[in-house]
């Protein structure tokens, strides 16, 4: 197992989506047993309904095991604390909503009926299910703020800017030429009045683009349909409703502007409430469930708001989402940092011009330099949009170092924007205090309603070795059978291969989702999956974030995810239309093993994170001003941390009290360049920049490989000026050139008096996350099994049992003590860990381990310098995974000094 196979949502400690595509098979199994988990909850009675004939099953649940016959390789020889440094003769390895449409359960009346076929297109309901009125009719709308089929999302690996236009980016067309690129207000005049709704309705209208069920707007038709919606008046009705809005900011002008512009006859709970605080500017909190209509809260002070309103966002793909869900009265725009120098020139030049009202930013680009001077000098904001605002706290599932950077204080004297608006739909009361704090958000200001909607039926059964099964017998059983939109979350990549096959070839249509797929294999899933083509998406946590189909009908959890507000995320993608949608979570106890073990995954030690400090202000680079950097790949496998953790500390050394560092953009810092015309002499003689290089340069077989910081700092220039000249003399044909060496790049401002104190401080943080990490999967899996508990107990119905078991630990846990004391189903000790640490060290007396390393390698987690290729065929790889990992740290550690005390002997 490693935790690059865990598919991630581009967030948590890792801002970085998985690298491998396909992540190597699970490890294999320990040839002994692991002590039996006591399972108190068992109860396969309680399992779904089998039908009478349950299908073959004609595929292994697990994928082959990698092969234990071929001689390990030799570790990695690291700097680590413990080192056995007798020379080696073994072979290696010892062996081988409250607002919601209220539920009705009551049958439909025949107009429902109607609507219900003809205009809403709802999944049919089952007969025997209780049939639910549908929400009120409200026309779907399609979104104007066009970005056409050219769109790459971005690349899978972690973003480095790369400048010589090579590399991929997010392409986003707006559809803001012509008539539709002037200012936002003068857009307005001299339309005539009429009936908006039915411009609404002409303006949405879908188009055909390809028969690969790709639905896009097309350019042409949009724009004529956009005249025609002008000649309707529809824009000089929202404009007057605007007016009304300016001058009296009353429930009845905003409803009368939400109907006109969305079509809806109501505010949601907690919407009205969250746009009159954000249009008067208070700062404002709002929590509300997900698919409660968050995005609406900043659309509509955007229309009102004199200057531009910022949405900070965590993806790019949720960006692109949000951006295309924009009423075509609100112009939006996007910048992130894995665009193309040319689209963001576009963007910002459509910002200067005033015709972007809404702009998507990631918060790495929010805090460039040249960002911000743009808006220094000529733009204002009126509102910054913190989305998904749980990723600000370290104490969230979703922790981000990047948004970090988002200080209230930062905003106001960078941005001068006095008002906030924090939006999240899963945050505990700890995370809300850190969010609110960071954006100094007052406490009055809190909008908060409750974190689920009322709209689930939650169900939990244990599982096992026949999960696949299990997954089968519950799609063909009521009400799944004949539920038409269902997603099926699993925890790592190669599972939504494996499960989607096995479904396709049990005659469900299922399409695998993963980050690691193409992004045009991604946006064609989707595309399939929201116009119905597709009925079951098996994904990772990648799939979902912003998708907002009304009708998906079900959500299956294949694996527990990793804490409740996971959980809650990935169920909140059913029932958006606010029918009676079903949820089912598959338990069982190796998942949850598995888990627990990946969740050490990001730990670190006070020895490590000291060296890193020192390394980061080592003496070559302590000069100020000096552009430093720090090779990714070789500082991960030099600390054995990993590349998230590493930038977490960077970033806190940038963000903290005292601020020790700059940090500049990612960069392949090594170039290999090769002179083709002139002679490099000659070229030095007309550019500082290339005699600069050539003076830094090593010279090998003629080309000449240089340090792009280096050249950069010996000349005081940027970064970005050395990339600029290669790329011009590649263009005259001077040179061509390859980079590589993905690095941090940070200039120091401030040399820390003490590395050890910080290091500890450091250490003890980053400790804190990891056991929050852990707290908050054992809490995800003692909710699960108090469910199941529940559903043991005769009284109520099961499903209901378990459906209000969940909701109450649910809201337990947002609005309680997440720090409470949960019970985990590891153990203290084993009787053969000690024997089996001993084995294990004196068949690899070649390596350096330190005692987080074995603990890592017993519980079957790969890490930079003991990557999972190499040590899973140890048959201690996993072995110990029911146990707990300090304890294992701790006999670690007691075996090391007694086998370094041993050598030590031995060599006397
Ligand atoms: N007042 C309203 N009446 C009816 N529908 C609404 C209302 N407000 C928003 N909606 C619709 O609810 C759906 C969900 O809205 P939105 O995507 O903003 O939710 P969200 O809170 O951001 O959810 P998530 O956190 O899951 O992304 C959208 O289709 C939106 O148009």
Known sequence: ??????????????????????????????????????????????????????????????????????????????????????????????????????????????????????????????????????????????????????????????????????????????????????????????????????????????????????????????????????????????????????????????????????????????????????????????????????????????????????????????????????????????LSSSQRPEEATETLRKLKEGIIKVLFVSPERLLNAEFLSMFRMSLSVSLVVVDEAHCVSEWSHNFRPSYMRLKASMLRSELKAECVLAMTATATTMTLQAVMSALEIPSTNLIQKSQLRD???????????????????????????????????????????????????????????????????????????????????????????????????????????????????????????????????????????????????????????????????????????????????????????????????????????VQYLRMLPQLNVCCTLNFHKSSPNILAARSSIVAAILKKSQVKQGLYIFDIPAVASSIGFATTDVLAEIQTLKMKGEVTYELKDPAFCYTILEVPRDICSLSSHFTKWLTEIETCKVRKLDIMSSAAVAALNASNTPELASGAKQTMGLQSRISEYFNGDENCDTPSKTTQNCAFLRADIKVFLQSNRQAKFTPRAIARIMHGVGSPAFPNSIWSKTHFWGRYMSVDFGAIMEAAQTELLSFVDRNAALAI
């Open 455 to 657: 709209n689930f039926e939650l169900s939990v059964s244990l599982s096992g070795a026949n999960r696949l099964k299990d997954l089968l017998i519950l799609m063909e059983s009521p009400p799944y059978k004949k539920i038409r939109s269902i997603i099926v979350y699993c925890k790592f990549q190669f599972e939504t291969d494996m499960i989607s096959k096995y479904l396709r070839d049990n005659n469900i249509m299922a399409k695998g989702y993963h980050s690691g797929l193409p992004a045009k294999d991604r946006i064609r899933i989707q595309e399939s999956f929201c116009s119905n083509k597709t009925r079951v998406v098996v994904a990772t946590v990648a799939f979902g974030m912003g998708l907002d189909k009304g009708d998906v009908g079900a959500v299956i959890h294949f694996s527990m995810p990793g804490s409740l507000e996971e959980y809650v995320q990935e169920i909140g993608r059913a029932g958006r239309d606010g029918r009676l949608s079903y949820c089912h979570l598959f338990y069982d106890d190796s998942t949850y093993l598995k888990l627990r073990s990946l969740a050490h995954s990001d730990g670190v030690d006070e020895y490590a994170v000291g060296k890193f400090l020192t390394h980061v202000f080592s003496s070559e680079t302590k000069q100020h001003e000096k552009i430093c950097s720090l090779v990714i790949d070789s500082a991960s496998q030099k600390f054995d941390m990993k590349e998230e953790v590493m930038q977490t500390i960077l970033t806190h050394l940038e963000l903290g009290e």
């Open 1 to 334: 197992m490693d935790s690059s196979d865990s598919d991630s949502d581009a967030s948590h400690v890792s801002a970085t989506p998985p690298r491998d595509s396909f992540p190597p098979p699970p490890p294999q199994p320990p040839p002994r047993r692991l002590p039996p988990v006591s399972r108190k909850v068992a109860s396969p009675s309680k399992k779904p309904k089998a039908p009478t004939q349950p299908p073959p099953n004609p595929h292994s649940q697990e994928p082959p095991l990698p092969s234990s016959s071929s001689p390990p390789r030799s570790p990695l020889f690291t700097n680590l604390p413990f080192r056995i440094c007798e020379p080696s003769n073994s072979t290696g390895f010892s062996s081988s909503l409250s607002s919601f449409s209220r539920l009705y359960r009551a049958s439909l009346t025949p107009s429902e009926e109607k609507l219900k076929s003809e205009s809403i297109n709802f999944a049919p309901e089952p007969d025997d299910t209780v049939a639910i009125a549908p929400p009120k009719s409200v026309i779907r709308r399609k979104p104007p703020n066009l970005i056409t089929d050219t769109i790459n999302l971005p690349p899978v690996k972690a973003p480095v800017i790369r400048r010589n236009g090579g590399s991929e980016g997010n392409f986003v067309k707006l559809n803001l030429n012509g008539k539709r690129g002037k200012k936002f207000p003068s857009k307005y005049k001299g339309v005539s009045k009429s009936s908006s709704k039915y411009a609404y309705r002409k303006r949405y209208k879908k188009v055909e683009v390809n028969g690969e069920g790709e639905s896009l707007l097309e350019e042409e038709s949009d724009l004529q349909k956009l005249r025609e919606e002008e000649d309707n008046g529809f824009v000089s009705s929202v404009e007057e409703a605007i007016l009304e809005v300016k001058n009296e900011v009353s429930d009845e002008s905003l409803t009368k502007l939400l109907n006109l512009v969305y079509g809806y006859d109501s505010f949601r709970d907690g919407q009205l409430q969250a746009i009159k605080m954000v249009i008067g500017g208070s700062s404002t909190m709002l929590v509300l469930p997900t698919g409660a209509g968050k995005s609406l809260c900043y659309q509509i002070p955007a229309m009102i708001l004199p200057g531009i309103t910022l949405v900070v966002s965590p993806l790019v793909s949720l960006m692109i989402d949000q951006l295309k869900h924009l009423p075509s009265v609100i112009k939006g725009g996007l």
